[in-house]
């Protein structure tokens, strides 16, 4: 379970270190030219909305300008908590980003685009973690009950040295008892 657990894993990790990557590329210039759409186009509407949804806010687009307004918007994207992520969040996700791909969002907006391999991969991380998780538990659980099962045949082991060195004695003492009583 452990090898097919991290094999798994391994799968989503190149597809959140690309949209690592895709953040590292945005700056604040990009994040402002998305706020500046009066309205904008349907799919990037759609990928900040997933962003505000992810984060627990409300993907109107109001909501969504006064998240990107944060100084710190790009680095609380960076640091984002995924490991905390739940299927409340994350359903309505996949229902909103359903058949939108980062290269359809790259024409309309580079920022969206970037946005958008960062959704994906946060999606794409739950799904494969969400598997992953209980077998990692469960190999650690397995480890520690090895761990302690080796603890207790150590001390079983000791117990039987203790005891075969007391039998050992006991021998040579009614040994010894029996042959003064020959005498």
Known sequence: EKQEAEE???VALPALAEAES??????????????????????VQDVCGCVAILFDRDPSWASVKAMMADTAFLRKLKEYDKDSLNDKRVNPVRKRMKGST?????????????????????????????????????VEKAMKDLERSKKDLEATKRQ???LSTLVEKLREDHAQGSSKAEE
């Open 102 to 138: 980062a290269e359809a969002l790259e024409s309309i907006s580079k920022a969206a685009s970037g946005l958008a391999k960062w959704v994906i991969a946060i999606v794409n991380y739950h799904t494969v973690a969400k598997t992953v998780d209980p077998k990692r538990r469960a």
């Open 22 to 43: 895709a953040l590292d590329q945005l700056n604040r210039d990009d994040i402002v030219e998305i706020r500046g759409f009066a309205q904008p186009p349907a799919k």
């Open 8 to 10: 798994q894993l391994e």
């Open 160 to 162: 039987v040295r203790e």
